[in-house]
DNA sequence: ATCATAACGCTTTTT
DNA sequence: GCGTTATGAT
């Protein structure tokens, strides 16, 4: 046999054990794997096992290196491996530990692998997934988002470009309080010059490339008023964002482009390192995520991208589906691998999404298909108004659980947030076990940001925006006045505001006030020097108690609920630090600012999800719901002047259909309270344009529906009457946690309402209650509580009584209660 | 400084 | 309709 056929024969024999070991995915996916080198596109349809692929794939590499898509074969193997390799390739199961060294080729270590996402909780869930593939070296792997790794990147090797590398990052809130100050001091009023918008301006000027100077001439150039107010913005946030050592979530991206494009050795120090790169949900990505991408690919362009043209939902944010369309243009010889098998939905389902996007034109094409039964049709539930859609929902729900589903089966979803309103109320009034996913979030809580503003300022003294938050906070008679005069110098000087508040004794219109501000720096110099030397947990007490912050605070209801949410921020901390490997409050505040709450929607709970449909992709339930299916609202009213607009409410629509595992019931109701004012729509065109062969429509649209039952009297009773009732005390119950909307973490916490006028004297206090506990209830005698669930601003209760278990709204039922 | 009232304005929002 | 924010009064 001469070399020419033996390697053949080598190639071929070890290409077939590397499939035995991916012997478990099917073809287009076991395909996806093995094509290790070179540009590649995977169009993974909704629930085409992507998540799997990507798993697999980096498994092929780490163990084979580049041996499934090589011919080349190693000049030591002879005649006795070949045999080897062959009797192996007949073989079934997992492969052995020594074949497998003898089939790689170039095996890769973990830390050349970088795989990027963009949420936390997707690269949470692809660490996990790797290391119970691969085990601990599996952590080496860069599986984290976009903004974490540029973060990484720019910690290393910013210092270059002028950055320092301690810089702080600034959230979504904090760059508009930034802008709005910028604004104010350029006389730009705001009506005209919406702070939101100038951001998002700047946002995309840097999506392409632009300074502020090239802002400011491209404007020039275009003879644009407008655009050259915004360009004088632009350059003014840029500086404070700069002399603050601070970057706003764009620059972390924008800033690491600039760093690869214009600096060659940082640039080739990361293009070796990296020797492959991937890219989850490419259709999301903006331009600079593109650049960023195929920068760290570079020549070797080993770049594998994952995504779903029909799934892009964030045009609107700067995201382009240009980068899906045209990825083979970008890179020449790229492969294109389509995964088309379906494995979460039933057939009537996914006949129903494709039939739905099929209307788009923007697409590439692909057509899901699955080997799961056709199931059950769609149900197109059509209500009198809001109020009865969100009852059907609830009841709907009730009777699948009475017929043994659990409420974790089930997700509501709609098109806007304020929506979930109308669906609370029913979901509070039947008693059905709840969470809104969304909303105002745990880390925008005032005092959760002002005691991260103190983090940040020990961190970053630089840090001009926290530390105006912090500065009189708890009041220290650090008035309006001095903090103006303060930022007036340091504006003028250049200089942070905490470097001129040192030296207020020069400066004749701080004079008096400059006790106070002395009193302020040691406090800050005392905390920078605790930090050095306490562990994380012990710093964090001590700059509760120095700051005062908490005995400032009192010990009101409401104090006390937000004392628990500094309480909650601890114990982030103390997680932080027990997983990180060197913990740092630097390190800490990085976490913190890249979190979101979405990371923490805890889906297996067992309680019905609500939320937009947005922030339901890469989700799936076995129900879904999918209400306020009408013109003007799904679509949205907005979005129909423009073809592409449309699209994106099509694709939008689409996500939504293909997270339904089982059953997927769409409601609409004739008539809806939005903005104040009743409206009546008809039902949406993305409704009908599913074919009657997937969805049953209602022959004779009428109020109501068949299956509603008689809402159970027993819990009602109370709920209807006290339903208004608003009580703040006793909420606090252990159990009772989780980050939702509106303060749902201690009863109204963040948001407290006032209370209503009330005829009835003062409130009892409600009882805490955990399971186990014995309760006499007015009507119903004596009973155990089974269960304690939390809910947005109250929480349900399942009590045994004698046999007969009965659920029971605290809020509502709380006064008829009493523990024994 | 803290509260109360008026005024506005409003898709979606991975970081 | 509701929730957030700006402004003014005590």
Redo the contacts with the bound molecule.
């Keep these: 046999m001469d070399r020419k056929e033996f390697e053949k024969r080598f190639a071929a024999a070890r290409r077939a054990v590397i499939e035995r070991d991916f012997a478990d995915l099917n073809e287009m996916q076991r395909r996806s794997v093995m094509a290790t080198e070179g540009p590649l596109l995977l169009l993974a349809g909704a629930g085409s096992g992507k998540t799997t692929v990507l798993i697999n794939r980096i498994a092929n590499l780490i163990r084979y290196g580049r041996a499934s898509d090589s011919d080349e074969v190693p000049e030591e193997a002879g005649e006795a491996e070949l045999a080897a390799l062959e009797e192996e390739a007949g073989k079934t199961g997992e492969v052995p530990e020594e074949v497998r060294e003898l089939c790689g080729l170039d095996p890769v270590e973990p830390w050349r692998i970088i795989a990027i996402?963009?949420?936390?909780?997707?690269?949470d869930e692809l660490k996990t997934r790797l290391e119970k593939k691969l085990g601990p070296g599996a952590q080496d792997i860069w599986a984290m988002?976009?903004?974490?790794a540029c973060?990484r990147i720019l910690r290393k090797s910013v210092e270059v470009l002028g950055i320092s590398p301690k810089f702080t990052i600034y959230?979504?809130a904090d760059s508009a309080a930034v802008m709005?100050r910028v604004l104010r001091e350029l006389n730009m009023d705001?009506?005209q010059f919406?702070p939101?918008q100038v951001l998002s301006v700047i946002s995309r000027a840097k999506d392409r490339l632009q300074s502020p100077a090239d802002f400011e001439a491209a404007a020039e150039k275009a003879w644009d008023p407008r655009q050259k107010y915004i360009a004088k913005a632009y350059r003014e946030y840029s500086r404070r964002l700069l002399s603050a050592d601070a970057l706003d979530?764009?620059d972390?991206i924008y800033y690491t482009v600039l760093l690869l494009r214009d600096y060659p050795e940082v640039r080739g120090e990361w293009q070796r390192r990296f020797r492959y790169v991937l890219v989850d949900?490419y259709?999301?990505?903006?331009n600079l995520q593109y650049l960023l991408a195929a920068m760290l690919a570079g020549e070797r362009e080993n770049i594998c991208v994952v995504g779903d043209d029909d799934q892009?939902?964030?045009r609107?944010?700067?995201?382009t589906i240009e980068n899906i369309l045209s990825f083979e243009n970008r890179f020449r010889d790229a492969r294109v691998i389509k995964l088309e098998q379906n494995y979460r939905s039933t057939g009537h389902i996914l006949g129903a999404a494709n039939s739905v996007i099929r209307n788009n034109s923007e697409r590439r094409g692909k057509n899901l298909w699955t080997a799961a039964g056709e199931g059950e049709k769609l149900v197109l539930h059509v209500a009198e108004g809001d109020d009865a859609e969100a009852e059907f929902v609830a009841e709907t729900i009730l009777n699948a659980v009475a017929g043994g589903m659990r409420w974790s089966d089930f997700a509501v979803l709609y098109?806007?947030?304020?929506?979930s309103?109308r669906l609370e109320y029913a979901f509070k009034r039947l008693a059905v076990p709840y969470k809104v996913?969304?909303?105002?979030?745990f880390f925008d809580r005032a005092e959760i940001k002002d005691i991260t503003s103190y983090l940040a300022v020990v961190n970053n003294p630089a840090d001009d925006l926290r530390l105006l938050r912090v500065i009189?906070n708890?009041?220290r008679?650090?008035?309006?006045t001095t903090v103006e005069r303060l930022r007036t110098a340091a504006g003028a000087e250049r200089r942070p505001i905490l470097d001129v508040a040192a030296d207020a004794g020069r400066y004749p219109e701080l004079k008096s006030a400059a006790g106070k501000l002395m009193g302020f720096i040691s406090l800050i110099m005392e905390l920078r020097s605790l930090a050095e030397t306490l562990t994380l947990e012990e710093f964090y007490d001590a700059l509760l108690e120095k700051t005062g912050y908490m005995e400032?605070l009192g010990d009101s209801d409401e104090a006390l609920a937000r004392k628990d949410n500094i309480m909650e921020l601890k114990s982030n901390i103390v997680n932080y630090a027990a997983g990180a490997e060197t913990p740092s409050l630097a390190g800490f505040l990085d976490e913190i600012?890249?979190?979101?709450?979405?990371?923490s929607v805890d889906v297996g709970g067992e309680s019905v999800i609500l939320?937009?449909?947005?922030?339901a992709?890469?989700l799936e339930f076995p129900w879904v719901f999918l209400v306020g299916m009408e013109e003007n609202l799904f679509?949205?009213?907005?979005?129909t002047n423009s073809e592409e607009?449309l699209e994106?409410?099509r694709r939008?629509c689409y996500v939504a259909l293909t997270r339904a595992k089982k059953r997927l019931i769409l409601t609409a109701a004739r008539r809806r309270?939005?903005?104040?004012?009743t409206t009546a729509n008809a039902v949406s065109r993305f409704v009908e344009e599913i074919p009657d062969e997937h969805i049953d429509r209602p022959a004779e649209p009428r109020m109501g529906g068949g299956f509603i039952r008689e809402p159970d009297p027993d819990f009602l009773e109370f709920s209807y009457r006290e339903s208004r009732r608003e009580d703040r005390r006793g909420q606090d119950m252990g159990a009772y946690r989780g980050y939702g909307?509106?303060g749902s973490f201690s009863g109204g916490a963040?948001?407290p309402?006032?209370a209503p006028k009330r005829t009835v004297s003062g409130p009892a206090p409600l009882p805490e209650l955990s399971a186990g506990d014995r309760i006499r209830h007015r009507a119903f005698g004596e009973g155990t509580v089974v269960s304690v669930t939390s809910m947005p601003g109250d929480a349900l209760l399942t009590v045994d009584f004698g046999g007969t278990q009965k659920r029971l709204m605290l809020k509502a039922a709380g006064a008829f209660i009493t523990k024994i």
């Design positions: 996402t963009f949420t936390n909780k997707a690269a988002t976009f903004h974490s973060v959230d979504s709005k705001e009506k919406p939101k979530f764009d972390l949900e259709q999301d990505t903006s892009s939902i964030y609107f944010r700067g995201a098109r806007m947030n304020v929506q309103n996913v969304g909303g105002t979030r009189n708890p009041p008679g650090i008035g309006e400032a600012a890249l979190y979101t709450d979405l990371d939320m937009t449909v947005h922030s992709k890469g679509p949205s009213g907005r979005s607009e994106e409410e939008l309270l939005l903005f104040g004012h909307r509106r963040a948001a309402r006032p």
